[in-house]
T-cell receptor, first 111, second 116 residues
Framework: DAKTTQPTSMDCAEGRAANLPCNHSTISGNEYVYWYRQIHSQGPQYIIHGLKNNETNEMASLIITEDRKSSTLILPHATLRDTAVYYCIVRDTGANSKLTFGKGITLSVRP | ETGVTQTPRHLVMGMTNKKSLKCEQHLGHNAMYWYKQSAKKPLELMFVYNFKEQTENNSVPSRFSPECPNSSHLFLHLHTLQPEDSALYLC???????????????FGPGTRLTVL
């Protein structure tokens, strides 16, 4: 019962912006969009999350469409160390909600 | 130390051994989690503790026994494991389980477990 759909993989050139898309057409009003990434054989790293508004932090920007049915994670200047599996996750805002990881998208940053 | 730490980082054990995985969080959080990540599979939530009380056990076999002596430490005791239990075991913590942004989970680096 995947709540998000992501492409299997994508690549981008080092130094360029990486735009990672995510579809969540069945998202409800009380669900966040979360992004994590996992570099090979390491623990997932929290990147960013949002509810309705676009968000930015030191790692990335999250752009959520007005209807909230899709979002894009933007890494403004990708480096080789950004090569990882990126997970887009929809999570309920309520107590005891689960963080359900899907297959994610593999981003490969090329020199 | 900052964030969430896990020891050991790698563990090889026989099926008759007893071992323990340790997790420590330095974030002042009150909720802690154990996840399992098998090869080519998504993360599976195993156990959740909130303020030292176990609040979730997702049908995990009894050969895995968690322990949470305080909000900063979480253990996973292992005994008579099977080769199919070989996986990356991940610990995570969050401020609490009350929903909203304080429920954001932060993960440790994991313990790579191999059962022979």
């Amino acid at each position: 019962d995947a709540k998000t759909t992501q492409p299997t993989s994508m690549d981008c050139a080092e130094g360029r912006a990486a735009n990672l898309p995510c579809n969540h057409s069945t998202i409800s009003g009380n669900e966040y969009v979360y992004w994590y990434r996992q570099i090979h054989s390491q623990g997932p790293q929290y990147i960013i999350h949002g509810l309705k508004n676009n968000e930015t932090n030191e790692m990335a920007s999250l752009i959520i469409t007005e209807d909230r049915k899709s979002s894009t994670l933007i890494l403004p200047h990708a480096t080789l160390r950004d090569t990882a599996v990126y997970y887009c996750i929809v999570r309920d805002t309520g107590a005891n909600s689960k963080l359900t990881f899907g297959k994610g998208i593999t981003l490969s940053v090329r020199p | 130390e900052t964030g969430v730490t896990q020891t050991p980082r790698h563990l090889v054990m026989g099926m008759t051994n007893k071992k323990s995985l340790k997790c420590e969080q330095h974030l002042g959080h009150n909720a802690m989690y154990w996840y399992k990540q098998s090869a080519k599979k998504p993360l599976e939530l195993m156990f959740v503790y909130n303020f030292k009380e176990q609040t979730e056990n997702n049908s995990v076999p009894s050969r895995f026994s968690p322990e949470c002596p305080n909000s900063s430490h979480l253990f996973l005791h292992l005994h008579t494991l099977q080769p199919e239990d070989s996986a990356l075991y991940l610990c995570a913590s969050s401020q609490d389980r009350w929903g909203g942004p304080t429920d954001t989970q932060y993960f440790g680096p994991g313990t790579r477990l191999t059962v022979l």
